[in-house]
């Protein structure tokens, strides 16, 4: 696979160690930077540049790493036909790929140790997204970003949601499942 990183200086370390990782595991890595943890850089300039690198089909798959994955993560999300995920462990990482088709995975360097990002990021090369319900719920983005689709709008009690409303208020104010027992690795 050809795997795009990139990272900023607080992710330099984790994303450096994860790039030999992978080399090792076989794929084509493209480094787009930072180069260096000593010198601080802006992590918007690394997401996008591996989103464009995805979303281009220069790259397969990305890898992004600043402090705790967040920021450079909502950067490569900027990127249309991004969806980077923030993992901290195997877990999230394979419902990442399993529930979201996620194609750039987002670790924090000064939250997730070597070991766990490792582990989270071999399971995201690896497992396969399960489509059904979730492809439905995927083209609702996509459609959003290409302008062909319509604010979905809140959920009815006929859908998989239902809408409350606050009392005295006549519009909707939240949205709550309806489903009961959806855990946080099974559920619909
Ligand atoms: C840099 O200090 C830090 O803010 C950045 O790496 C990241 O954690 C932002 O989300």
Known sequence: MRIAVGS?????????????????????VLDLGADSPDVPVDYPVFGLAVGRAVAEGRADRGVCV??????????ANKVDGVRAALVHDATTARLARQHNDANVVCLGGRTTGVLEATDAVDTFFSTEFEGGRHQRRLDLISDFESGRGQDPGPQRASGPGST??????TASTSTTPTTAGAGPTGGP
């Open 8 to 28: 900023d200086h607080a992710g330099f370390d984790l994303k450096a160690e994860l790039a030999k990782h992978l080399v090792d595991a076989g794929h084509e």
């Open 66 to 75: 600043c402090g705790t994955g967040i920021g450079i993560g909502i950067a």
């Open 164 to 169: 409350r409303r606050a009392p005295g208020s």
